[in-house]
């Protein structure tokens, strides 16, 4: 037995217990103490985790139970006077407390010159965000090029236009903003699904282009593949004819409608986002 455990008292077999306490769920905290455990033997660490601790009285009964385990208290609360009350009685208790958020949000207050905001579960709700963040980059591809019509009632908007007027990277760039992005391309020769008039029409945007920029951009992207400029796809009679029907579809949809010639595609966004927060008001 090493001098360590001899001090302690605790042998190979035996365990030290931790109470986990936060005034959140307790993740972190725990997943700090496990790491602190690794350096250890085996199993030798035991956690009980007690999240959600918002009051003095809970504060209170937590160290008076740890006495009586004889536990150790790591503890994330980021309400100061919590802190100091668990700190204090576990003195009084002679419970030992490791402050694991404490001093550096300390030490980042007098950084920063202001105060914690004291508000538990932040990191959760960031972490939520996130997640609809990929939520929303998923369902941008799964309904990208109108690949799913079922897509269509599930997004918070639907793009609609011919090709090569900027639907792909507006859906992206709306998922990153947590918008579910479905979009529909519009060819003469293929009718739209059904889904797409059942609707509401704010829910929908048309994507129109003036012909000349079309023609220099389907231009290039025939270069890009290696085909001929000369394909129908990029002629003017063609691009003419796409766009006279695209009109037709949103008149019939009755959507906005957005002229996205010599736009970025930040500044089509912008546009689509005030439109949504207009129709939230109306």
């Known amino acids: ?9 605790l042998t190979l077999t035996q365990k030290q217990l931790v109470f986990v306490v936060s005034d959140s769920v307790g993740e ?3 997943l700090v103490v496990r790491a602190a455990s690794i350096q250890f033997h085996e199993n030798a660490i ?4 007690i999240p959600f601790v918002e009051d003095g009285q809970t504060i209170h009964d937590v160290v008076t139970q740890a006495r009586a385990q004889g536990a150790v208290i790591a503890f994330t609360l980021v309400n100061e006077e919590h802190r100091s009350l ?3 009685l576990g003195q009084e208790y002679g419970v030992k407390t490791v402050d694991l958020l404490g001093d550096l949000l300390d030490v980042l207050a007098g950084k920063l010159g202001e105060s914690p905001r004291e508000k538990p579960g932040l990191i959760y709700r960031l972490d939520e965000d996130y997640f609809r963040k ?5 369902f941008a591809v799964k309904y990208d090029d109108g690949r799913d019509p079922r897509g269509l009632k599930k997004a918070d908007i639907v793009l609609v236009g011919v090709s090569r007027t900027s639907k792909t990277p507006l859906s992206q760039y709306l998922a990153l903003k947590r918008y579910k992005v479905a979009n529909v391309p519009l060819v003469p020769e293929s009718r739209p699904p059904e889904e797409l008039f059942e609707l509401p029409p704010d829910k929908c945007v048309g ?3 003036s012909p000349d920029k079309l023609i220099s951009i389907r231009m290039e992207r025939l270069k890009s593949l290696g085909l001929k400029p000369e394909a129908d796809y990029a002629q003017l009679e063609r691009i003419n004819r796409e766009l006279e029907y695209a009109r037709g579809i949103y008149e019939r949809i009755g959507c906005e409608v957005i002229d996205v010639t010599n736009k970025a595609v930040e500044e089509t966004a912008g546009i689509i986002l005030r439109m949504l927060d207009q129709s939230k008001e109306d």
């Open 1 to 9: 037995m090493s001098r360590s455990e001899e001090e302690s008292g």
């Open 28 to 30: 972190t905290c725990e």
């Open 46 to 49: 035991e956690t009980l985790r």
């Open 86 to 88: 668990l700190v204090r």
């Open 134 to 138: 990929i939520e929303a980059m998923e």
């Open 207 to 209: 994507l129109i282009i």
